[in-house]
């Protein structure tokens, strides 16, 4: 996908993306398996994050298709470990296996589907399941918001039930936990069409319901509320507008999407309209996953490599399990 360039006024009072990148420089860069690296642009995206010290990557793939890449990309790749398989279904069984056995810190997507690569991650057998979902998140620098934003999930889970939800909201509280500040706890809004309680629509309830799991422990280290509709998560004029008085409306920091598709417009909304950065990465297995898109710039892509790192630093150090 083309990138597209959006010219919008930027409200930002500080570089979200740079502080994170920058707060990786004294962490030691992350041991990643990077499946199925067969284009240039996947090689490129290597060098970068190599180049800043984030990762020290293993090619996992065919050998004579990473070598072309490489060339074509006019990278010199001897320097990097080459794990040569024969089909992209191998290199991600493969580099499951060096996750699962310690030999890799983190896992990236290379060229192949994401559903392929999580397809050899998901089931209990592949050894790196924890006891929360699997769940995706952006961490988007928005140019009109006020702070930095996750939203989740928009790329793995298609349509959760309260359980997941549950597991994709403590997921992605343990994230903004590990990247802005371990002692305060999160602003999380469950976004619906609407703000109030609609036993119609399974969204308010499901919102409802996860702010109540909240108050008794089952979500932990988080302030949420909702149902929310997005104006009144992230507007706190429009909040005051319905009368509605809450921590989170008009400051959130995490948004929670009812489900895969609105969750997947919303991100790519505020990437192509709204001119953010939007960097990937999957939660809950005991390695990060590393998600990058050939969209993605080049800010995008090295955060996705240093939330690996964080997240890798944290869980080495017991901040979470």
Request: one cysteine or more; glycine letters at 6%.
């Amino acid at each position: 996908m083309r990138e597209v360039k959006v010219s919008v006024a930027d409200s930002r009072s500080r570089d979200y993306y740079q502080d994170i990148i920058d707060s990786c420089r004294d962490m030691e860069p992350i041991r990643t398996a990077v499946v199925h690296p067969v284009q240039p642009e996947v090689i490129k995206a290597i060098v970068d994050a190599a180049k800043e010290n984030l990762i020290v990557p293993v090619l996992v793939g065919p050998r004579a298709r990473i070598e072309a890449a490489a060339k074509k990309a006019k990278v010199a790749h001897e320097k990097w470990e080459l794990i040569d398989v024969e089909h992209s279904h191998a290199a991600a069984a493969k580099a499951v296996e060096l996750a699962a056995t310690g030999k890799v810190g983190a896992i990236m997507k290379g060229a192949l589907h994401t559903d392929e690569l999580l397809g050899a991650i998901v089931p209990s057998a592949s050894g790196l399941r924890t006891v929360h979902r699997i769940s995706h998140a952006f961490v988007m620098s928005v140019p009109t918001y006020h702070k930095a934003l996750i939203v989740t999930d928009a790329a793995v889970n298609i349509a959760p039930d309260l359980a997941i939800k549950a597991d994709i909201c403590q997921n992605a509280i343990n994230l903004w936990r590990t990247l802005f500040d371990h002692e305060r706890k999160p602003k999380v809004a469950i976004l619906a069409a609407v703000e109030t309680v609609n036993p119609k629509m399974q969204a308010t309830i499901d919102a409802a319901a996860l702010c109540k799991m909240s108050e008794r422990g089952q979500i932990t280290n988080g302030i949420l509320d909702g149902p929310l509709a997005f104006d009144n998560a992230i507007s706190s004029e429009a909040a005051a507008d319905k009368g509605i008085v809450s921590e989170v409306a008009g400051d959130a920091d995490i948004l929670v999407v009812p489900e895969i598709e609105s969750g997947n417009i919303l991100a790519k909304q505020l990437t192509f309209l709204g001119g953010a950065d939007a960097a990937g990465i999957v939660l809950g297995a005991r390695v990060p996953v590393i998600l990058t898109s050939r969209a993605d710039n080049l800010r995008a892509r090295l955060l996705s490599c240093a939330l690996a790192v964080k997240l890798e630093e944290a869980r080495r150090t017991g901040k979470f399990k």
